[in-house]
């Protein structure tokens, strides 16, 4: 068979090789009553039996995992979905038919839409649809992925994806996709390379028995000829050797080629990102983002609750700083019951700390839960968006009148430093105003209000470039206020994990960043190539 060369979208780096499975998903077949009240029934029990299916995987999971299922049921939450459906079974059409005419017309309508982010959200859809079906007949339809293998199909949801065990390679070639899909993102945290759109794939003709995916350039060869496969097969096997160096350095602190020591600090979603990592990989957490514990399932959680998990936290760290930061809802982070819905422009709204301030009482439950885990180790507090100095005031007055008030009623607490996230425009060009013991930089919102070009949509993704002079004279301009006022300036947001961006950043005195654990071994040896 001749070779054949496609060209997409990378949407997630590194390079695999391996046998070719297509993905099918397994038809339910399901005897219908003719009765219309009985088959609305039925599609009643079928959604509810999904959604607390769902409800169980979120408790199993944490991080990105548990954000997207929460996503997930949100959707299936939208009555519109159901509405449509029970319309159609009125109607006499069985209760199967009548979801995946609801839901294929949804599905549709998110793939022609203009915004990549809802294009990216079709396969949610489509696994939502098949959660539902899979309840109405009982047959699990959930597609399997064989590990080790390069799954091709139009596109995949994030439960097929979840079926796999990535640590052993494989990777993923779609005929449609995104890079902002959920898929993606996952795909991005477990390290499986990921190409998308490369346009229809023969669903019909011989499979192709061997493919090449490289996911740092978009590119996929189906039965590669000897000499394409043998110099994919050389630069695997430096990359390998590229990346077993970089483990090596893993546990090492990391110093540039002349000799800066450059302290790397983890950002994490909660404490089960922490699992099986040895503290010794970093200096210390740069982001603790607290978000997941007031997802909506969960309702908001109690001073109890999240102390245990700060608590957990800061024992892992064993004294290295930790800097957790306040909840910073809102924005790409909407909480059901909290932030605000309908905003016209969510990202310019009551978000972060604007949000924190606005409801005090569950404001001030965290930090009293911050003050009490103080006590167990080297805790920093951060504010998220953050634009005037005020609001640095106001909750600084916050946790010094809950300092006492915990005082008073004999609980042990410890004050902990309290830091600004600098990821406004304003907050940058003004950084010294700011009575902060410490600044971190959110290049991901920086950039995006510095760009005026969201972070989460595809049409805009080139503008949307931390490596802007525009945004790095603002990193530069932080730095400086920082070294004026005697302060630590770290950045945690993305770009700090580009190590494309590397000597840019450093070469403006940054000294500390923030990366997820996967980051740290490629970032680390980044740095030792800066100034060489
Ligand atoms: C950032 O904005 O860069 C950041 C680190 O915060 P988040 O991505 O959580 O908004
Ligand atoms: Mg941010």
Known sequence: MAEIHLIGRAASPGLAIGPVTRL????????????PLQEAAALRVAIEGARAEL?????????????????????????????????????GVAADHAWRLALDVEIADYRAAEDEYFRARAADLVDIRDRVLAHLSGVDTVARITSGSIVTADDITPS??????????????????????????????????????????SET??????????????????????????????????????????????????????????????????PEDLAGLDPAIC????????????ETSRGLPD??????????????????????????????KPIAGLTVDGESNPFLGLRGIRLSLARPEVFR????????????????????????????????????AEFTALRTEGVACARPLLGIMVEVPAAALRAEDFRAAFYSIGSNDLTQYTMA?????????????????????????????????????????????????????????????SVSPIAVARLKAAIAKVGS
């Not at 070639?173 to 991005?188: D, E, F, K, Q, Y």
């Not at 590229?242 to 483990?247: C, M, P, R, T, V």
């Not at 200096?283 to 007031?294: A, K, M, P, Q």
Request: proline letters at 4%; one cysteine or more; hydrophobic letters at 50%.
């Open 24 to 35: 099918t998903v397994a038809v339910a077949r399901r005897t219908a009553s003719e009765d």
């Open 55 to 91: 409800a169980e995987q979120i408790k199993a999971n944490q991080g990105e995992v548990a954000d997207i299922l929460e996503f997930q049921v949100a959707m299936l939450e939208d009555d519109t979905l159901a509405d449509a459906a029970y319309g159609v079974i009125s109607e």
């Open 160 to 201: 097929a994806f979840l079926t796999a065990d990535w640590s052993h390679g494989g990777a993923i070639a779609l005929a449609g996709g995104s890079p902002s899909s959920h898929v993606a993102m996952l795909a991005r945290a477990r390290g499986a390379p990921m190409v998308v759109g490369l346009g229809p794939l």
């Open 205 to 270: 003709g011989p499979l192709p028995s061997l493919a090449l995916v490289d996911g740092d350039a978009g590119v996929v060869v189906f039965d590669p000829e000897p000499e394409t496969r043998r110099l994919f097969e050389r630069r695997l096997a430096a990359a390998s050797a590229a990346e077993a160096a970089a483990d090596a350095g893993r546990l090492k602190p990391a110093f540039t080629a002349d000799g800066r020591r450059i302290a790397v600090l983890l950002n994490v979603a909660g």
């Open 283 to 294: 200096d210390g957490i740069g982001l603790v983002r607290t978000e997941f514990l007031f």
């Open 303 to 332: 001073e109890d609750t999240q102390y245990a998990v700060y608590r957990r936290i800061l024992d892992w760290a064993d004294g290295r700083p930790v800097t957790i930061r306040t909840l910073d809802a809102g924005g790409d």
């Open 365 to 400: 439950v965290q930090l009293r839960a911050l003050l009490r885990a103080a006590v167990h180790g080297t805790l920093k507090v951060m504010l998220p968006m953050i634009a005037v100095p005020s609001e640095l005031d106001r909750a600084s007055a916050m946790l010094d």
């Open 453 to 513: 070009a969201a972070r989460d949509s595809g049409a805009v993704a080139d503008l949307n470039d931390a490596g802007n002079p525009a945004v790095v004279a603002l990193i530069a301009r932080t730095v400086e206020a920082g070294r004026k006022r005697g302060v630590e300036v770290s950045l945690c947001g993305d770009a700090a994990a580009d190590t494309r961006l590397s000597t840019a950043l450093l070469a403006t005195g940054l000294t500390t960043l």
